[in-house]
């Protein structure tokens, strides 16, 4: 085989597309990997849904919901449309653009709350003490090879 | 995106006099127990607009509890003020800001301050801020802390529509105050522009004002201390303290904040001494991520105490001005503070000044630097 088309394959077995199935699966397990994130949210409490919102890249609104515990994943699943999406504690919504900019990096979760580019629903003061946390959770994100 | 925010500011000899232009007549005064009974109030007051009706409000310790804080709001909604004036330190104008939001928006609880909503306040009031210390900085910022009556714990609450409108610098109200407390509240602003100068969030704005605090506190700070009646440099460190917490609250503040207040949590020491504590450690730790701009801001100190890198010459700076760098000689036994490290731990992982320090810290880190100055 071409080496460039064997590389592009063994690559695509490695990149889930987000939001997916998949990208959920691997984001809740580098989640439970991840000592530093552990360590941030060993005393959080708390199931949170994230809303990927529709723009020019993204026809409909998308759902994630993700039960956390302890600085743990205790389970996470990606919302099909048409299925209901679970209440859950907070909430935290972007455009699907504003999400591949937090994912690059180019968004710091709390920042992008404060200019209007996320918005958070659910006890704000509890979230401003993990906020670390959250900065973990975001670097967890940029770990899993994604397509958008 | 971001933003630069800050409270008009009226400064320099006679700036007190800025209140008898104020057209409204009605004023909340919120102070402290001690400057209650100083003649700081009396001026403060001579200084409103002839016929103005004043009400007091005093009922603030160093560290107020919340129950202390609201204690006497149903007097506050009868008395309607058109101006309510922070007049103290730092617990005193975070009172006025906590006091303010809950007159503005009454059935607010003071835990739901927070910078991701929209209160719509100010359509009542307008919030006037007149430091006695020179540094904490609260004049100038949008963070209130008061302390929780049920946990016992400090609370950090932030709302861009809690920053004063105005801020008042008046270097008389600075005059006399006492050497320790100078000192103390001179590294606290040291420490924000430290901090804020390298703060992830850092920026044009938040930079000029930390580069120019530090080279106005650091030489007048002595002047001070071998002249506490010298004007000019008593002007100097009020301005350069208020430039510094302007400066942290338009970037942020760092992990000798987010240690210091997880110490002074646990030995009730003031917040100034506690920050400086961990700076110079702070800063070495920080210095792969931070060294460049670190060396501009070293380059700022008086010459007789710049050494190689900025956490020396902050050890010297410190050591001249009688700020500890280690617990032996605040004194804390140390005994009593190992047997917090854990929970001291905790606490600072729990700081937004984790988020935005511009080198990583996990919890071996915290507890390397909470050892660091036994
Ligand atoms: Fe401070």
């Known amino acids: ?148 | 995106m971001w933003f630069f925010r800050s409270p008009r500011i009226v400064f320099g000899e006679d700036s007190l006099s800025f209140l008898s232009m104020v057209e409204s007549r009605r004023f909340l005064i919120v102070t402290d127990r001690y400057l209650s009974g100083t003649d700081i109030l009396k001026k403060v007051k001579t200084a409103l607009p002839t016929g103005s009706e004043t009400m007091v409000f005093s009922n603030i310790g160093s560290e107020p509890l919340l129950s202390e804080i609201t204690s006497d709001m149903d007097s506050i909604y009868r008395f309607e003020p058109e101006i309510i004036i922070g007049l103290g330190g730092g617990s005193s104008i975070d009172a006025a800001k906590i006091i303010y939001a809950l007159y503005e928006k009454p059935g607010l609880s003071a835990f739901d301050i927070t910078p991701m909503d929209n209160f719509g306040m100010g359509s009542r009031s307008r919030l006037v801020a007149i430091p006695t210390t020179s540094g904490t900085g609260s004049e100038c910022s949008w963070a209130a802390v008061f302390t929780d009556d049920n946990e016992k714990r400090k609370n950090e609450v932030a709302s861009p529509e809690i920053l004063p409108d105005y801020a008042i610098l008046d270097p008389d109200l600075v005059l006399d105050l006492p050497r320790a407390q100078t000192v103390n509240t001179a590294v606290d602003a040291i420490t924000h522009a430290v901090e804020s100068y390298v703060s992830q969030w850092n920026n044009l704005y938040s930079d000029i004002l930390a580069e120019k605090a530090i080279s106005l506190i650091t030489p007048n700070l002595l002047r001070v201390i071998s002249d506490p009646h010298d004007f000019s440099a008593r002007e100097s460190v009020h301005i350069g303290s208020s430039m510094a917490g302007l400066s942290f609250s338009n970037s942020q503040i760092g992990l000798a904040h987010a240690l210091g207040h997880a110490m002074g949590a646990y030995f009730g020491i003031p917040h100034g001494k506690t920050v400086g504590l961990y700076l110079p450690e702070v800063v070495r730790y920080n210095r792969r991520k931070a060294g460049p701009r670190y060396d501009n801001l070293n380059k700022l100190f008086p010459k007789k105490f710049i050494s190689s890198t900025l956490d020396l010459t902050l050890r010297n700076y410190f050591r001249e001005i009688g700020q500890p760098t280690q617990i032996k000689d605040i004194p804390v036994q140390k005994s009593d503070y190992e047997s917090k490290i854990s929970d001291m731990k905790d606490l600072a992982s729990q700081s937004t000044g984790i988020l935005t320090n511009p080198e990583e810290a996990d919890s071996t880190a915290l507890e390397m630097l909470l050892r660091s100055v036994i």
């Open chain 1, 1 to 148: 085989m071409d080496t460039k088309i064997y590389l592009m394959a063994l690559l695509n077995t490695y990149m889930a597309k987000f939001p997916s199935d998949e990208w959920v699966k691997l984001y809740c397990d580098k989640l439970n990997a991840n000592q530093k994130y552990a360590d941030a949210g060993k005393n959080w409490e708390g199931d949170i849904v994230f809303v990927v919102e529709k723009d020019d890249s993204l026809p409909q609104d998308e759902h994630i919901y993700l039960d956390l515990y302890h600085g743990k994943c205790r389970s996470a699943k990606y919302i099909h449309t048409g299925e209901e999406v679970p209440k859950s504690e907070f909430s935290y919504k972007g455009k699907y653009g504003n999400w591949r900019k937090l994912m690059a990096g180019q968004i710091d979760p709390i920042q992008g709350i404060l200019t209007g580019k996320f918005r958070l629903d659910g006890s704000k003061m509890k979230i401003m003490r993990f906020t670390s946390a959250a900065k973990e959770m975001v670097n967890t994100a940029s770990m899993v090879e994604t397509e958008f």
